[in-house]
T-cell receptor
Framework: GAVVSQHPSRVICKSGTSVKIECRSL??????MFWYRQFPKQSLMLMAT?????????EQGVEKDKFLINHASLTLSTLTVTSAHPEDSSFYIC??????????FGPGTRLTVT | QQQVKQSPQSLIVQKGGISIINCAYE??????FPWYQQFPGKGPALLIA?????SEKKEGRFTISFNKSAKQFSLHIMDSQPGDSATYFC?????????????FGKGTKLSVKP
């Protein structure tokens, strides 16, 4: 149990376009989902916390108008990178919290902006 | 005070040996301490976790030792195997605090030599 999926696993887009990443909890309901960004050989950097039915809470320094988060249901959260630029190229990972503590991570999405 | 300090940054162990990774924290309000295993290009996978009410938790070859007074916890991997070669992250969180987001250590890259 506790499976989280992400789609797509890899995406290449042109500078100035937008890309949407989906995160789904497959076998449990998650009232809270998290979005992280990870640079090569570094730890995970929390971008935002997403609660079902309410606005996401963004970490300091993360542009909320650039990284749009929607948590439309208890099993789905989406991250849209708007007007993407090469510096947005990164590994994006979501996680879903089951119960009070346990967080389960998706497999990640490799975004490359050309 | 929100930091979790992890050491060593990298670790090389012979097959069959014991791998030990250490973490230290400052915030005494932390009450959940998980360890994650991450392979290249994949999302982190929850390995084992502990609450402060116990000093040790064992699951198969993986053991967490927790020292509340020293504010330290460690991961021990017994009989280390080449398949254990990955990056390991410790983390800490507060139940209900900031919606339960994890504070991660910087990671330890483990290489198990055959």
């Amino acid at each position: 149990g506790a499976v989280v999926s992400q789609h797509p696993s890899r995406v290449i887009c042109k500078s100035g376009t937008s890309v949407k990443i989906e995160c789904r909890s497959l076998d449990f309901q998650a009232t809270t989902m998290f979005w992280y960004r990870q640079f090569p050989k570094q730890s995970l950097m929390l971008m935002a916390t997403s609660n079902e039915g309410s606005k996401a809470t963004y970490e300091q320094g993360v542009e909320k108008d650039k990284f749009l988060i929607n948590h439309a249901s208890l099993t789905l959260s989406t991250l849209t990178v708007t007007s993407a630029h090469p510096e947005d190229s990164s590994f994006y990972i979501c996680s879903a919290r089951r119960g009070g503590y346990e967080q389960y991570f998706g497999p990640g999405t490799r975004l490359t902006v050309t | 005070q929100q930091q979790v300090k992890q050491s060593p940054q990298s670790l090389i162990v012979q097959k069959g040996g014991i791998s030990i990774i250490n973490c230290a924290y400052e915030n005494t309000a932390f009450d959940y301490f998980p360890w994650y295993q991450q392979f290249p290009g994949k999302g982190p996978a929850l390995l084992i976790a502990i609450r402060p009410d116990v000093s040790e938790k064992k699951e198969g070859r993986f053991t967490i030792s927790f020292n509340k007074s020293a504010k330290q916890f460690s991961l021990h991997i017994m009989d280390s195997q080449p398949g254990d070669s990955a990056t390991y992250f410790c983390a800490a969180s507060i139940y209900g605090g900031s919606q339960g987001n994890l504070i991660f250590g910087k990671g330890t890259k483990l290489s198990v030599k055959p």
